[in-house]
């Protein structure tokens, strides 16, 4: 049994009114067998964790005044003309559908236009929304409907997008998500994913639950077909295959849905929101001298990320690498060549951070350069990682997961 209404197993209908008893100190006039079975299904209708979840969902929304944000926090312009995506019409079962064009989201310029809180409450009212053309559709329809298919573009994703305040922000929403959120996603529909997106997908992986794990599919070359097959095509915008548009025509129906772009300087708060997010290793680099660091990666695809400040001057920061050699091959090693250019950085001023995706598997060399120096020594506190995309990657997400360690991937 699927464990919702009309739907329910006699141990199922038993759970749930054991369920409404458990709660009954908190129970409200909104809480009807639709909702409360959704915490249930959300903890394989285990009552003392379907409880648990409840009443820390209702501590989390007064918290937060929740229920009071649409008409009480005002949104930021920026959020609201910059930050990607929308909820647009309805799938072949009625049930809302949200685009974002994520890719298309300039990271850096939200980040430094907004705060981390800011974009998390304006997370917050879409879910609410959501929730709430749930509620709309289940009225106009005269059933339940209670799941949103989510279609996530990610042409012209990259490493801009993996800066880990991104990523620590993306980790936030999700923790949010799948504690407050329970049976929301009906089906998450991933386009035109980058040869990036395995280790994106092994630095949120840990906070998404195995139900959500399993309602994520990557759609192939063939992804107009796929969405057509979930997606009327008068109900689907003309830019993703379908026939739909604005009045005025738009093919991409920017009208309800956001689709980014560069942020204008003028949004910019001026004030520095980028933070440390890992434990720094502080270190003195002599006058003349440089720190390396060496990092042998075995597979392609991988990403090294790093975080550095110094202490009242700068210095210069490069990545090299050079492929191995195998023991008696009779091969030459070759020499290190320049994957990151070796810049100075005003690290003593404003902490410095990026991330390489390394293309090819050898050794890879961080270089902390001070040679230049010849009287002062550096001091720097640095945090360097190397990400290696998840095996897991590839076995739980469906699809057409394959494509992402060839040549025809894309990488925008």
């Known amino acids: 049994m699927s464990g919702r209404v009309g739907d329910l197993s006699p141990q199922q209908q038993e759970a749930l009114e054991k369920f409404k008893n458990k709660i009954k100190d908190v129970l409200q006039p909104h ?38 944000l649409k008409k009480e926090y005002k949104v930021p312009e920026v959020l609201t003309k ?21 890719g298309l989201l300039d990271v850096k310029g939200m980040l430094q236009s907004v705060q981390c809180s800011d974009i998390v409450k304006f997370k917050l009212l879409i879910l609410e929304e959501i929730w709430e053309e749930f509620k709309t559709q289940s009225k106009k329809l005269g059933r339940p ?38 049976e929301t996603l009906k089906t998450a529909m991933i386009i035109r994913a980058p040869r990036l997106f395995p280790v994106l997908y092994s630095l949120v992986r840990p906070f998404l639950s195995e139900d959500t794990k399993s309602k994520l599919y990557i759609c192939g070359s063939d992804w107009k077909e796929s969405l057509l097959q979930k997606i009327d095509a ?22 309800k849905i ?12 001026g004030s520095d929101e980028t933070s440390v997010t890992g434990n720094l290793t502080t270190v003195t680099v002599q006058n003349g ?24 001057h700068d210095i210069k920061f490069g990545v090299y690498m050079r492929k191995r050699i195998l023991k008696n091959s009779g091969q030459k090693g070759e020499e290190l060549r320049e994957v990151v250019p ?26 902390f350069d001070n040679s230049y120096s010849w009287m002062t020594s550096k001091k720097l506190q640095y945090n360097i990682e190397l990400i290696i995309p998840s095996k897991e990657t590839f076995q739980e997400v469906k699809g057409a997961a394959g494509q992402f360690n060839t040549e025809q991937s894309q990488d925008k």
């Not at 956001?258 to 708060?269: E, Q």
Request: hydrophobic share 35%.
């Open 82 to 102: 910059y930050f990607t995506g929308g909820l647009f019409c309805w799938d072949k079962e009625g049930c809302p559908v949200f685009y974002d064009p994520f």
């Open 258 to 269: 956001c689709f980014g772009g560069s942020i204008p300087k003028s949004y910019y708060s």
């Open 145 to 182: 409907v209670e799941g949103l298919t989510l279609v996530i573009d990610l042409d012209q994703f990259g490493m801009r997008h993996m800066s880990k305040q991104a990523i620590d922000v993306d980790i936030q929403i999700l923790k949010i998500f799948e504690a407050n959120y329970p």
């Open 289 to 312: 001298s440089c720190l390396t660091l060496e990092y042998d990666v075995l597979v392609p695809n991988c990403v090294i990320r790093w975080q550095f400040k110094s202490d009242q």
């Open 31 to 68: 809480m009807d067998d639709v909702f409360l079975l959704k915490w249930l299904r959300a903890r394989s209708f285990n009552l003392a964790k379907a409880e648990e979840m409840l009443r820390l969902n209702l501590e989390f929304r007064k918290r937060l005044n929740v229920d009071n």
């Open 342 to 367: 070796s810049e100075k950085h005003n690290s003593h001023k404003v902490l410095a951070e990026g991330e390489v995706l390394c293309t090819e598997a050898g050794l890879y060399v961080v270089k």
């Open 234 to 255: 008068h109900y689907l915008p003309t830019y993703w295959g379908g026939t739909a548009t604005d009045p005025d025509g738009d093919p991409k129906c920017r009208s």
